[in-house]
C-alpha cells in the first residue's frame, strides 16, 4: 500500500489543467508579465470574495506583513503584542520594521493569542496587536478589537494560514486595520511560488501599502519614500484567478476531512483533536491534535513507520528560538502553553482532495499507534 503524505501541494493541478495552462500561456503571449492586467484583476476578485475594499498583491505574506506596519506607520521603539505559536515571519516582520514583538501566550482551546493574558503587557509604546488565526482557526478577534479600541491599538491579521475562513460570518484578514495573507505553494490558496497580499478598508493606509510595493511611489521614477520590489507577479496572478472560485469548495472538502478524524479520534485518551469554536469558521489548513503524556515524538516515528507522514508545527515557540536568545543563553519569559503545545502538537494528514481510503488508511495507523487495533 502507498504511503500517506502530510499534503499533495498540487492534487488540485490535474482537475484545472487546462485552464492553468491557458492561463500561463496567456500571460507569456502578452509579454505582460509584471503589474499587467492578472494582478489588476485578481486584485478586485480577491477584495470581492473577501469583501474588503482594498487589496495589494505583494510577493509574500512575509512581506504583506512588514508592509502593514510600515503602512501604519510603526517603527522603532514601538511594541507589538504578538503570539509565539508561530511560523516565524510574524515577529520578523515585526523586528524589520524596528519594533519589537511582544510574546502573549495562547489560549489551549484555539491554540491562538489569549486576550486574558494582553492587557499586562500594554505599554504606552503598544501600538499594534498581531493575531495570527493559526493552522485556518479564528483568534477571538471580538475581545482582540476591545482591546485594541479600548488602548488605539492597531490589529494587523496574520491570515497567511486562513484564507476563507471566518469568524461570526466576516472573512478573517477584514477585521482589523489590515490582513496579510500568503500564497506560498502549500498553504490553501497557494500560487505555484511565491506570492502574498495586503487588505485594508483604508484607502490612505492601501495608497502607502501600494507605494511601499513599488519602491516607494505609484509613478516610475517618483519615488516619494523608501519602499521594496515586492509585486506579485502576473504568472502568479494568472494562476490564483483559477484557483480562487474553487477555494470555498476545497476548504469545505478539508472540513469534511476533519469532521471524519474527529468523529474517528476524539474517543482516544491520548489525543487531543482540535476544538470546534462556536464563533469561527475553521479552513483546516492543518488538522493538528496533540499527543499527551510526552509520548509525541514516538507517535510521529511510530506513524511513520507504518508508512504515514505527519509534521509538528512548531517545534520551537518563537520566543524560544536562537534569535531572540540573549547573549547570556538564558530566556526570561515563560509562556507555558505555548512551550506544552510546541511539545505535543502534531499534524496530520490533510488536503482538499485527499482521497477517502488513504485518510481510512491514516485512521487506521494512528489507532495502532495509540495501541489501540
Ligand atoms: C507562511 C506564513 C507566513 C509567511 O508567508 P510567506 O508567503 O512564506 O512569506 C507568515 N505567517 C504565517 C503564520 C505563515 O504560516
Known amino acids: 500500500m502507498s504511503n500517506v503524505p502530510v499534503f499533495e501541494v498540487n492534487s488540485e493541478v490535474e482537475l484545472l489543467w487546462n485552464e492553468i495552462m491557458e492561463a500561463v500561456q496567456g ?36 512581506d504583506a506583513l512588514v508592509i502593514a506596519l510600515k503602512a501604519l506607520g510603526i517603527g522603532p521603539g514601538d511594541e507589538v503584542i504578538t503570539t509565539p505559536f508561530t511560523f516565524f515571519a510574524t515577529a520578523e516582520a515585526i523586528g524589520q520594521v524596528g519594533a519589537t514583538p511582544i510574546f502573549v501566550d495562547v489560549e489551549e482551546c484555539s491554540y491562538n493569542l489569549d486576550p486574558n493574558k494582553m492587557e499586562e503587557k500594554i505599554t504606552s509604546r503598544t501600538k499594534a ?23 488605539k491599538l492597531f490589529v494587523v491579521e496574520d491570515v497567511a494560514q486562513a484564507f476563507g475562513g471566518e469568524y461570526k460570518g466576516k472573512k478573517l484578514g477584514t477585521l482589523g486595520d489590515a490582513g496579510c495573507f500568503s500564497f506560498f505553494p502549500t498553504k ?32 516610475k521614477y517618483r519615488n516619494e519614500m523608501l519602499g521594496y ?32 478524524y474527529d468523529d474517528q479520534l476524539h474517543g482516544i485518551s491520548e489525543i487531543v483533536v482540535p476544538a470546534e469554536l462556536p464563533y469561527a469558521k475553521h479552513v483546516y489548513h492543518q488538522y493538528t491534535v496533540r499527543i499527551l503524556n510526552g509520548r509525541r515524538d514516538e507517535f510521529q516515528r511510530h506513524l511513520s513507520e507504518l508508512g504515514i507522514s505527519t509534521m509538528v508545527y512548531y517545534p520551537t515557540p518563537v520566543h524560544r528560538l536562537p534569535v531572540y536568545q540573549p547573549l547570556n543563553g538564558k530566556s526570561e519569559l515563560h509562556l507555558p502553553v505555548s512551550e506544552t503545545l510546541a511539545d505535543e502538537v502534531l499534524s496530520l494528514p490533510i488536503w482538499p482532495l485527499m482521497h477517502p481510503e488513504k485518510q481510512e488508511r491514516a485512521i487506521r495507523s494512528i489507532r495502532e499507534a495509540a495501541g489501540l487495533r
Not at 496587536?129 to 488602548?151: F, N, S, T, W
Open 188 to 219: 490553501n490558496l497557494g500560487a505555484y511560488g511565491d506570492g502574498g497580499l495586503f487588505v485594508t478598508q483604508d484607502e490612505a493606509v492601501a495608497q502607502i501599502a501600494r507605494k511601499l510595493r513599488t519602491h516607494g511611489g505609484i509613478n
Open 129 to 151: 496587536i498581531m493575531p495570527v488565526h493559526l493552522y485556518g482557526q479564528a483568534a477571538d478577534m471580538d475581545e482582540i478589537r476591545r482591546l485594541a479600541a479600548k488602548y
Open 229 to 260: 520590489n515586492s509585486r506579485l507577479d502576473e504568472i502568479q496572478a494568472a494562476i490564483l484567478r483559477v484557483k480562487l472560485p474553487h477555494i470555498d469548495h476545497w476548504n469545505e472538502n478539508r472540513r469534511g476531512i476533519a469532521r471524519k
Open 27 to 62: 500571460v507569456i503571449r502578452s509579454g505582460k508579465f509584471i503589474m499587467g492586467p492578472n494582478v489588476t484583476a485578481f486584485e478586485e476578485e480577491v477584495a470581492a470574495y473577501l469583501g474588503v475594499k482594498y487589496a495589494v498583491a505583494l510577493n509574500s505574506g512575509t
